[in-house]
């Protein structure tokens, strides 16, 4: 069953504080990895889309990666506007599920000043 | 500012009543789709709509009821829901179905059913 994992659910850091988030994934054939920023009571943003294993974006203090069976969106120096939810999500090459995403639960980021 | 217009923002509406939810966007895209987001969870597929055709359907309760007038509006029309409905509900466009994961949200309307 195709499946995708975020850790850790939440995370506080301090400002200019660099972590990473993790997002396992299970999936039948990797179409696309993509990750979205929503904030409270707002639609989520697309950030990236990842391909292939290897692959690396970069959006000012965001890099996302992307290995064969994981990815990390790396925050480096954060600041308090980076707090947000932060999704991953899966797009499946084969089967049913090619034309929709299967969501992780997300990552709650808080960074304070 | 978002690309993708969603309204009304906020509906409050009792088990009896019929309300539409309504989405537009102008970017193009030929592929639009409807969202379920309760609190602290992620968004969950409903429909999915390519060339105003509808291609999925996640066993939606017929209680809702999506359309697709044109290439540019979705709408999404509501009638006998129950209180376990309520939720944030995203609109998402993309160019096409083969580009599903990079999604366009609306800011999504806030529906409290009583």
């Known amino acids: 069953e195709d499946q995708v994992t975020q850790s850790p659910e939440a995370l506080r850091l301090q400002e200019g504080e660099s972590s990473s988030l993790n997002c396992s994934y299970t999936?039948?054939?990797?179409?696309?990895l993509f990750w979205y920023r929503q904030d409270p009571g707002k639609g989520p943003e697309f950030l990236f889309t990842?391909?292939?294993a290897g692959e690396e974006k970069e959006k000012e203090r965001l890099k996302a990666t992307l290995t064969k069976k994981e990815s990390f969106l790396h925050i480096t120096a954060p600041k308090p506007e980076d707090s947000a939810t932060y999704l991953c999500a899966v797009q499946a090459r084969y089967g049913g599920a090619t034309n929709k995403l299967i969501f992780g639960t997300g990552t709650l980021l808080a960074v304070q000043p | 500012d978002t690309e993708v217009t969603q309204t009304p923002k906020h509906l409050v509406m009792g088990m009896t009543n019929k309300k539409s939810l309504k989405c537009e966007q102008h970017?193009?895209?030929?592929?639009m789709y409807w969202y379920k987001q309760k609190a602290k969870k992620p968004p969950e597929l409903m429909f999915v709509y390519s060339y105003e055709k509808l291609s999925i359907n996640e066993s939606v309760p017929s209680r809702f009821s999506p359309e697709c007038p044109n290439s540019s509006l979705l709408n999404l029309h509501l009638h006998a829901l129950q209180p376990e409905d309520s939720a944030l509900y995203l609109c998402?466009?993309?160019?096409?179905?083969?580009?599903?994961?990079?999604?366009?949200f609306g800011e999504g309307s806030r529906l409290t059913v009583l």
């Open positions: 998402a466009s993309s160019p096409g179905t083969s580009t599903a994961g990079e999604l366009f």
């Open positions: 999936v039948s054939g990797l179409r696309g």
């Open positions: 970017m193009g895209h030929r592929a």
């Open positions: 990842l391909y292939s």
